[in-house]
């Protein structure tokens, strides 16, 4: 594991980008795995800065998101179709037929997950995965479980991060109940994994995750078995990770 320790919530943005940028840069039809929620909108809008700069093309990448609300359709305000296209797709030159999520109206659920899973492996597979970090240590909708769930699932979200995401929503009564979400084994076998994190309050599920001991209690911590993560954090993130230590 790389630990790249960035000033703020600016920097962290940007260095997780120039990872992203560099993955475009090497391997221009690269597919990646993108992550929603609020740590990743400066990471996006940084590579959108970039895209309008001429310092980078999109135009042969394709993606896969994380996940997605379940009953949400892709024009809901709250879905995730929806946030990619106000934060990302509709800014930069990615062919729309080049990216791919769950769909949330699919009623039947063991047909979607199978064909999310069988879609992400006929890609080739993940170049670079981004993830986030949520606050009871879940990546994706991968919640604090007894055991790993392997590849796309259906998650019932726990009450923490129906709390988490209320803010998104009307109240937390307006927060969808379940989502698709990649499982743990489709994402570590993402070539490289970048994980972004920012604030005081994710520096102790950051140490939890990459100083604790493996655990399906905390999904995140079984990245420390990936051999090719890298942790972008800012200062507070990262403060209860003492230099040197990963």
């Known amino acids: 594991m790389r630990v790249i320790r960035a000033k703020d919530y600016k920097d962290m943005s940007r260095k997780a980008a120039n990872l992203i940028s560099a993955q475009i840069i090497l391997k221009p039809d690269a597919v990646l795995g993108l992550a929603t929620g609020s740590t990743p909108i400066g990471i996006y809008e940084q590579l959108v800065d970039w895209y309008q700069k001429g310092d980078i ?50 009623k039947d659920t063991q047909k979607e997950c ?21 606050h009871n240590g879940h990546i994706g909708f991968n919640e604090p479980s007894d055991h790993f769930s392997a590849d796309v699932h259906v998650v019932t979200l726990t009450e923490s991060t129906i709390q988490a995401n209320k803010r998104f929503f009307g109240s937390a009564d307006d927060v969808p109940r379940q989502a698709y979400t990649m499982g743990i084994r489709t994402i570590l076998q993402a070539k490289r994994i970048v994980m972004a994190v920012s604030g005081k309050e994710k520096a102790f599920i950051v140490r939890e995750a990459f100083l604790g001991k493996i655990t399906p209690a905390i999904p995140a911590s079984i990245l420390q078995l990936h051999p090719d993560v890298w942790l972008v954090g800012d200062a507070e993130a990262l403060s209860e990770i003492p230099e040197g230590t990963l």
């Open 114 to 134: 199978t064909r999310y899973s069988t879609l992400i492996r006929s890609l080739g597979g993940i170049d670079l995965q981004l993830l986030g970090l949520g």
């Open 57 to 106: 093309d999109f135009s042969n990448s394709m993606s896969v998101n994380l996940d997605e609300y379940c009953g949400l359709p892709a024009k809901h305000p709250e879905s995730y179709h929806y946030f990619m296209q106000k934060f990302f797709f509709s800014h930069i030159n990615i062919q729309p037929q080049h990216t791919f999520l769950p769909d949330g109206m699919e």
